[in-house]
């Protein structure tokens, strides 16, 4: 964990545990993937809450701007979160 500007420490999303909220702080991911990801919504600012895994840990369920949608771990690994 590295420490941040804001309050909390700086996670990977793949490390949050389900009913953990945060604040996206980074998206790590270049070309096609990390176009993807920012049209998700999943942009620096945005406040998300894991709300489940799969029985694998994979994928990880989110819910941000009122919509839940689920990413793989390795497409999780891009994106930082400020665990608040």
Known sequence: MESHKG???VVGLRRMKPGQRGTVVA????GELG???RDMGLLPGTDVEVVGRAPL???VALRLSGVT???RNR???FIMVEVG
């Not at 998206?27 to 270049?30: I, T, Y």
């Open 7 to 9: 309050n909390g420490p």
């Open 27 to 30: 998206v790590n991911a270049e």
């Open 35 to 37: 176009r993807r990801i």
């Open 57 to 59: 840990r994979d994928p």
């Open 69 to 71: 949608l689920a990413l």
């Open 75 to 77: 497409e999780a690994d």
